[in-house]
């Protein structure tokens, strides 16, 4: 059988390779190599989807390689639903990016495309990584190239903001290092043998003590890079700073390494733990959620206001994560995927207006939807999709996790439900003032260079738009996908403890 | 000397051989100092060659058990002929243009990397004074090797002064040991300290032996606070030279512990562990804040390697808290072994670089030296990232590997070294800051108007390329690596 769970892992380490024999003066040649590269992968983790058996809660696909054997590392992949769903969102996002990527990155493009396919091999690593060692090599070779493209094709104050990226990410992720190997020891001294496996150590039982320390440096790493309160502040500096594209991959999929790494293995490898902190957590998910969205209503830039938006989106993330009920971590999964579609959207919307004018400042806007018809129809779909309008994507998310969180903490449910109002709020005025009213005089002044959207900017936002409505309407094909492995979570976290945390 | 004599000592004396031969190659043709330095280069390959053959014939004494040949010699003898290989493929383009004499460079050279050796099968207290010894003299030399640069006579003279202190407090504290135990071989040694003092308190004059030799030691290997003269010296010397400086010696003075400390101070390891604990941690930490501040990189990379002297330090200090016998008390010398070998690999190739990129005399090593050069030499930026990504200790490269397995060792032995785990990733994440500062420097920002060009000699693109190789290899298939450390720390447990 065809090893397609490590063909989607690195078919873009051929088309790097391929891409660094490209002539420096051929960008074009670079752009078309990296996109098709992009698309192979993406059909690798359809053809994964489609012949995934649904319904099951075990893993598929999977592969496994002695790398290490003193230490029992392994080289051992495979998906659930989960990570699936992850790994097409992070296959169909990087192909949007790199499309994106077409227009704006004109220097040093060759570089720029290797880069960024790198990248792709990082995070659909990390998705796949059954192995608690190469997922900590995935999760760390995600790091140097989103730090290259802030750094080299960023913004003005771009050093600044990819330092504070990698040092906040390094801190959380080298702390963690020393929490796998504690697990790792600590199974070893148990059973006698070395494994990093999932497999192994997640129905196995650590020692409070062990899960404690494990469960706080493996929430570091994961709660800096989701970003969770009091972790966030260097997202919106990253944000800011990055290029068009490295802000749709920062906020689609990054964000969702954080997310994914605690249903993956805080749960199930250290439930003790996790109950512990649970409530904790929640009152820090309950205060990202009305922070990030107090925030973003007093933000004058684009890119801030969507990337405070992205803090109070994944609070409910994390949320239904922490509630350990099974609707909430269902709504959390598809929190994920739908905040990766609509944000990475939103991000490619304002890429599209910045190209044009400059700047990002609400301020200074005024008018497009007469002016660029096309632009503000599809910003006004994604922002309303982004507001959790029902009958689109982000809406299934929420709505799942207050429902399962009500079941277990109904006063924090009816907390977060009355913050939705101010996530309208922002983007409804964000909205106002930059698409109605009378043409502002900065517009004006551009002349002809505010043109509507082009060709390939469409391109890049039919199929986002197309699965905002599909997932919105019928989200039945998802859940069906995810029912199983979050059953699977929830059974290890809920072995021997009651549920029922809060009031 | 009976046959089993001459196997053991073989690669020693075959590197007294070649390097013989240099002086006297460079005796007869003087004007051809390129021929001496490939002389001396393909030397120490054959002696490399000579060293992995005798390999088999592993373990065997020679002068009566003061010199031994086992599996941790020939490890270390592999990696100190590396570090001379090393060395001599990327000194030329340096060396050459400043008018320094090639042939007496590459002579030196072998002369400490054989004291070097010496020491890494040392099994008597006077044979490893006499191996140290014989590795830092020629090292003062080659510290002061421009002698008309003032920055260069300064560090040498100062790096002289201490060094020659340290070794006087040295021996003296391998007097104290041999007052006590009244014996100078490292088995001896071991085997009075394991029958009269193991788990009872120190004797006084052994206490003063230990104290003696852990500073004299602290000295060799640059640990805080014994750091003082290293920047000096390491920004001092040809750059080169300084990548020598902050390998060879200092992997050489982990042989002498290896051999002195675990061979011979083994049995009262309780009473050094807290010392080795306080100096890791002190060790790392500061090496890390004050590279930090520097901006010349020469002086940046000579406090990280002060920090990467801690970063080994807490392997030997997760061997000397395990309990004897103990699978971490091997994991603990693994660590140290599997560390140096990375280590050197891709701090000789950051070194490299650097000299690459001062094949001009006047080029500085200021850090703005570096700006844009990952668009003017993609090549050498590139191999750079990649040299600093792996002393940064991000995946998959060999500084990687080499901190997971020292904070494993650590985790192992638990107790309160297992606190130095988390000291060193958190003092790992402090020098991304500063490893990775180069590397804004290179790809984001615009390199200056008139850049000289960077060396290009076939022997440096060899010496980068295995230096390369290497990073790569033991980052992504660490095994071969770790079965060979493991034989070595089975030999000396």
């Given at each position: 059988m065809l090893p397609v769970c490590s063909l989607t892992i690195f078919t873009p380490l051929v088309g790097a390779i391929l891409i660094a024999f490209v002539p420096r003066d051929r960008p074009q040649v670079a752009r078309w190599l990296a996109f098709a590269t992009t698309l192979v992968t993406l059909g690798w983790s359809l053809v994964m989807l489609a012949g995934f058996a649904t319904g099951s809660g075990g893993f598929q696909y999977m592969e496994d390689v002695a790398w290490i054997p003193l230490f029992g590392i392994h080289y051992q992949v495979g998906v659930d639903g989960i990570s699936l769903i992850l790994i097409v969102l992070t296959t169909l996002l990087t192909a949007i990016s790199v499309l994106a990527s077409f227009r704006p990155i004109q220097e040093r493009v060759k570089e720029y495309m290797i880069t960024f396919l790198v990248l792709e091999i990082g995070m659909i690593g990390v998705f796949a990584a059954l192995d608690l060692f190469l997922f900590y090599v995935f999760w760390e070779v995600v790091l140097v190239p989103m730090y290259l493209i802030i750094g080299i094709w960023g913004g003005p104050n771009r050093i600044y903001a990819t330092i504070k990226f990698v040092l906040y990410t390094l801190v959380g992720s080298l702390l963690m290092l020393v929490g796998i190997l504690a697990t790792a020891y600590a199974y070893h001294s148990a059973t006698g043998t070395w494994s990093f496996s999932y497999l192994d150590l997640s129905g196995f039982h650590f020692s409070p003590e062990i899960q404690t320390f494990a469960f706080v440096t493996f929430f570091l790493a994961f709660a800096i890079k989701i970003p969770m309160f009091p972790f966030h502040t260097w997202l919106p500096d990253a944000h800011v700073e990055a290029p068009t594209a490295g802000s749709v991959i920062l906020a689609g999929v990054l964000l969702k390494l954080g997310g994914y790494g605690f249903i993956r293995y805080s749960l199930p490898l250290f439930p003790y733990a996790a109950h512990t902190f649970a409530p904790a957590i929640i009152v820090l998910s309950v205060i990202a959620i009305i922070y990030g969205a107090v925030v973003a209503v007093v933000q004058p830039d684009f890119k801030k206001l969507v990337a405070y938006s992205s803090v109070s989106h994944m609070g409910f993330v994390t949320l239904g994560i922490f509630a350990f009920q099974s609707q909430a971590l269902q709504g959390a999964v598809l929190q994920m995927v739908n905040h990766g579609l609509i944000t990475g959207a939103l991000f490619l919307c304002v890429g599209v207006i910045y190209e044009r004018t400059h700047d990002r400042r609400f301020a200074v806007m005024g008018g497009l939807a007469g002016k660029m018809p096309l632009y503000a129809t599809a910003l006004g779909f994604f922002m309303l999709a982004s507001a959790g309008l029902p009958g689109l994507s982000g809406f299934v998310g929420e709505f799942l996790v207050f429902l399962g969180t009500f079941a277990v903490a109904p006063v924090v449910a009816a907390i977060s439900a009355i913050v939705m109002v101010l996530g309208a709020t922002y983007l409804l005025y964000m909205f106002q003032q930059v698409a109605f009213g009378d043409l502002s005089d900065f517009l004006q002044g551009l002349g002809d260079h505010l043109h509507d959207m082009v060709p390939i900017e469409i391109a890049a936002l039919v199929p986002l738009a197309a699965l905002v409505v599909v997932l919105g309407v019928f989200p039945a094909p998802l859940l069906n996908l995810i029912q199983g492995p979050v059953a699977g979570v929830l059974d290890h976290v809920s072995h021997g403890v009651a549920l029922g945390i809060l009031p | 000397m009976s046959g089993a004599d001459v196997t053991a000592i073989l690669p020693v004396g075959a590197i007294w051989v070649v390097a013989f031969l240099v002086i006297l190659v460079d005796v007869i043709v003087p004007d051809r100092d390129r021929l001496s330095s490939g002389v001396a280069t393909i030397g120490a390959l054959a002696v490399m060659a000579i060293t992995a053959a005798v390999a088999s014939q592993a373990p065997r004494t020679a002068f009566g058990g003061s010199y031994i040949l086992d599996q941790l010699t020939v490890l270390l003898d592999l990696l100190f002929l590396s570090i001379a290989v090393l060395t001599l493929l990327f000194a030329p383009d340096y060396l050459r243009p400043r008018g320094l004499p090639l042939a007496e460079f590459s002579a030196t050279l072998l002369f400490a990397i054989s004291g070097a050796m010496l020491l890494s099968g040392a099994r008597d207290l006077l044979v490893l004074f006499l191996g140290l010894e014989l590795m830092v003299l020629p090292g003062y030399m080659l510290a002061g090797f421009a002698k008309r640069d003032g920055l260069a006579t300064e560090g040498a003279i100062k790096y002289f002064l201490l060094g020659s202190f340290s070794s006087a407090v040295f021996l003296f504290g391998l007097v104290f040991v041999w007052g006590y135990?009244?014996?100078?071989s490292v088995a001896g040694v071991s085997a009075v300290l394991q029958s009269v003092a193991a788990g009872k308190p120190l004797a006084p004059g052994l206490a003063m032996g230990l104290a003696f030799l852990l500073t004299g030691v602290a000295f060799k290997i640059a640990a805080v606070p014994f750091h003082y003269w290293t920047p000096d010296a390491y920004q001092g010397s040809p750059t080169p030279v300084t990548g020598y400086l902050s390998v060879g010696p200092k992997v050489a003075a982990f042989a002498l512990i290896l051999r002195l400390f675990v061979g011979a101070l083994g049995p009262v390891k309780a009473d050094w562990v807290g010392a080795i604990v306080i100096l890791a941690a002190l060790t790392m930490t500061l090496g890390n804040l004050v590279a930090l501040t520097q901006s010349n990189v020469k002086r940046m990379l000579a406090y990280s390697s002060i920090a990467h002297t801690g970063y080994i330090l807490v392997g030997l200090a997760a061997y000397a808290g395990a309990a004897a016998g103990s699978e971490a008390e091997a994991r603990g010398l693994q660590g140290i072994l599997v560390y140096s070998v990375a280590y050197t690999f891709m701090n000789l190739g950051a070194f490299a670089i650097v000299a690459a990129l001062q094949r001009h005399p006047g080029v500085t090593s200021d850090i703005e030296t570096f700006s844009g050069l990952g668009r003017r030499a993609p090549l050498a930026g590139l191999l750079l990232a990649l040299f600093l990504i792996s002393l940064t200790g991000i995946p998959p490269t060999a500084g990687f590997f080499a901190k997971y397995y020292v904070i494993l060792a650590a985790i192992e032995t638990g107790?309160?070294?297992?606190w130095l785990a988390v000291l060193a990733v958190l003092n790992a994440a402090a020098a991304a800051f500063y490893y990775l500062r180069v590397v804004v420097y290179m790809y984001m920002r615009d390199a200056p108007e008139s850049a000289p060009p960077l060396a290009r000699s076939f022997e440096l693109q060899t010496g980068l390329v295995i230096a390369a190789t290497a990073t790569i290899v033991i980052g992504v298939f660490p095994s071969g690596l770790i079965t060979i450390a493991e034989a070595a720390a089975k030999a000396l447990l």
């Open positions: - | 135990t009244g014996t100078t107790g309160f070294v297992s």
